[in-house]
């Protein structure tokens, strides 16, 4: 392979890491309505890169001919330019989006530089297209084409798509409300109703310049809890922690689980306790079904707390919230079952390895799925809200019963793939330890004390979810 080769080859695989990782993955631009504009860049980019990837696997341009891919990577390079200023206008790149595109551009200088020495001999010929013979590389670069192709469609598919319709949150009057965990997937679409309604929104947040562009400047953005020292809110919505699900609970991942959930809701009653007292405010706090333990045969709200990890993790976590009583707020907590919506939560991962074909039953898959749709959490918070005589724990699942392997056939028929896979229990017990219980085993789904409360779920059914 010549120099210019090897540039292109490592410049497709960057291009296609930082795709995959960082646009698909941790940004989730596609889901994302105020990226609109970067999408469509994104999309001229690749299908801009199809053209070129196809031209070079079949073609060899000679004398005035090579013209033609010499603009191509000059509209590519005026693309790529306009795309880093929308970016840099409309949201945060995470440091290793940044080196990986700092390293995209030098290499990109440095095949250009390398295409034009390797292709001196052929501006004296005369300007005609010749055939490439077909070998490794233009088999690379046509595989290459179709993916950026598809690519270019997802793309311009996403920024024209209409934005969902979503519904102002507590638009009876105005509030002032704190959210921690405002930028995460909950608490990114909470904060976007509230704003809806024109409520003064403050999110706790480790990074407060990304999440003030995430929400276009509208929320208050405070990175230390003390900085809300003599504020006064309506209504708090505590959301943060780490995630559970993903990483093997080590004794240091422990810890940092601790400390983002029970460590934070100390710091923060005690630093409400400073504040003058009111009986009409509202603190909403998070919680999972996994209170009751992974192996738990009945999950009533009165029921006990389980003795494993995360149902220990649970019942520190809500007895650090419910100190705040103490300071006259009312308190409710979510036990929230495996929340479902588009752009993120459980459904994100699921979905992508659904669609292609990678839709796996769990283990025995009888163990219980209980899942509820975004819309019915942030419905959920509302009703609860405004209720005057709603408090202490409640479930937040579907009334639909489901265990995980009628939820994975579920979904890979709403997304007509097939759910023939399965994954014995023993090598996620290996891999992942303790945390495969979060996987393999499950409380079973109750919502006894929301249905009483008179809540009704916007999407009850599993289906419903799915579409």
């Known amino acids: 392979m010549s120099l210019f080769e090897v540039l ?39 299908a801009l890169y199809g053209v070129l990837f196809l031209f070079l696997a079949l073609c060899r341009p000679q004398g005035w001919w090579l013209l033609l891919p010499a603009a191509l990577f000059a509209i590519e390079l005026f693309i790529t330019l306009a795309d880093f200023v929308e970016e840099d206008r409309s949201r945060l790149l995470p440091a290793t989006e940044r080196v990986l595109h700092t390293i995209l551009a030098i290499n990109a200088g440095a095949l250009m530089l390398a295409y034009a020495l390797e292709r001196q001999v052929d501006w004296q010929t005369a300007s005609t297209i010749t055939w490439r013979p077909i070998d490794a590389f233009s088999v690379l ?30 638009p009876q009057r105005t509030l002032r409300v704190l959210v921690t965990g405002g930028s995460g997937f909950i608490g990114s679409e909470l904060v976007r109703r509230l704003l809806l309604a024109n409520h003064e929104v403050t999110v706790l947040t480790r990074d407060p310049r990304r999440t003030s562009l995430l929400f276009e400047g509208r929320i208050r953005a405070l990175d230390r809890i003390d ?61 999972a079904m996994g209170y009751y333990g992974q192996r738990a045969n009945s999950s009533a709200e009165h029921d006990a707390a389980g003795t494993d990890f995360a149902g220990q993790l649970c019942a ?141 779920f916007r999407r009850p059914r599993l289906a419903m979810a799915l579409a």
């Open 8 to 46: 292109l080859t490592v410049q497709i695989f960057m291009g296609a890491l930082d795709t995959l990782w960082h646009h698909e993955l941790t940004e989730r631009l596609p889901a994302r309505a105020t990226q609109r504009q970067e999408l469509v860049w994104h999309a001229w980019r690749s």
């Open 141 to 170: 670069l046509l595989a290459s084409a179709v993916a950026v192709s598809i690519s270019a469609a997802r793309d311009a598919i996403a920024c024209r798509s209409p934005t969902p319709m979503t519904h102002p949150l507590l």
């Open 227 to 287: 900085l809300i020292d003599g504020q006064r809110f309506d209504l708090i919505v505590n959301l943060a922690g780490a995630p559970v699900v993903g990483v093997p609970w080590t004794k240091g991942r422990r810890k940092i689980l601790w400390a983002s959930r029970v460590g934070l809701t100390r710091a923060l009653v005690a630093q409400l306790a400073k504040t003058p007292r009111s009986d009409q405010r509202v603190f909403v706090q998070a919680s």
């Open 316 to 456: 520190a976590w809500e007895d650090a919230a419910d100190l705040v009583r103490e300071t006259g707020y009312r308190l409710v907590v979510l036990r929230l079952g495996l929340v479902m919506g588009e752009g993120g939560g459980i459904l994100a991962p699921l979905r992508l390895s659904a669609k292609l074909g990678g839709a796996t039953v769990l283990g025995d898959g009888r163990q219980a799925f209980p899942w509820i749709h975004l819309d019915d959490v942030l419905a959920a918070i509302e009703k609860l809200t405004l209720d005057r005589r709603a408090s202490g724990a409640y479930n937040l699942c579907a009334p639909e019963a489901v265990d995980q392997a009628t939820f994975t056939r579920a979904l890979a028929k709403s997304l007509r793939r097939p759910a023939w896979l399965r994954t014995p229990a023993w090598p996620l017990k290996l891999a992942l330890g303790d945390m495969s219980d979060m996987l393999l085993h499950s409380p079973p789904a109750t919502c006894g004390r929301l249905l009483e409360a008179g809540f009704v």
